[in-house]
Structure formats: C-alpha cells, structure tokens
C-alpha cells in the first residue's frame, strides 16, 4: 500500500497518477472515515477491512487535523478518527508521502 496525504487542492491526485500510474486508489479516504461515524460503524476496523482487501492500493486521505478545533461534535469525532486511520494507514504502508504545492515529499 502507499497512501498519500495533504491538504485540501494540493496535488495529491495528479501526484498519485504520474508516480503509481497502474495502480488502484482510494481517494477521500477521510471521507470515507466521516461516511462509518454516520453509520456508527467502526472506522479502524473499516481501515484494517481496506488494508486487507486492497494491499496494492493508493490511498489518498486529505489533512483535517490541522488549524482550529471545530465546534461541532461530529467534526471533532471525524477529525480524531481520520487522525488515527491515518496513522494506521501510514503504519501498513510501504511508502507514505505528503504533498504541498503538487511536490511530493516521501515521509516514510
């Protein structure tokens, strides 16, 4: 797996087609994440779930963690439960990489 993170607009997609052309992604895995709290399904048993059943996977995940805590409940959940499916992505992947400005930078 190799996930692919950053802010909102920064490249992440076009990055991900030019460096890992023939491979699948996931894009708006943060989505992804908001989509099981409606649900009340579990979000890192849904990232283990993604993780098993696409190892090969590009995963893109937009940076919500960062700036002023919301006021809302719901987006305080979602922006913790992104932040841990995250590091969990992160963990299982083989190369992870954060792109600002469309330049990608290899974190790990």
């Known amino acids: 797996m190799i996930m692919i993170t950053g802010g909102s607009f920064q490249g992440k997609t076009d990055f991900a087609k030019s460096h890992f052309p ?47 805590v919301p006021v809302e409940k719901e987006e305080r959940v979602w922006r913790e439960a992104a932040g841990r499916a995250g590091c969990i992505l992160a963990e299982h992947s083989e190369e992870v990489y ?9 974190i790990k």
């Not at 992604?25 to 283990?48: A, G, M, S, W």
């Not at 954060?98 to 290899?106: D, F, I, N, P, S």
Request: a negative charge.
């Open 22 to 68: 023939d491979r699948e992604r996931i894009v708006h895995f943060e989505e992804e994440i908001l989509k099981c709290i409606r649900e009340n399904k579990d979000p890192q048993k849904y990232t283990e779930h993604v993780i098993e059943q696409h190892p090969h996977a590009v995963v893109l995940m937009d940076e919500i963690g960062n700036g002023i």
């Open 98 to 106: 954060r792109v600002m400005a469309g330049m990608g930078v290899r």
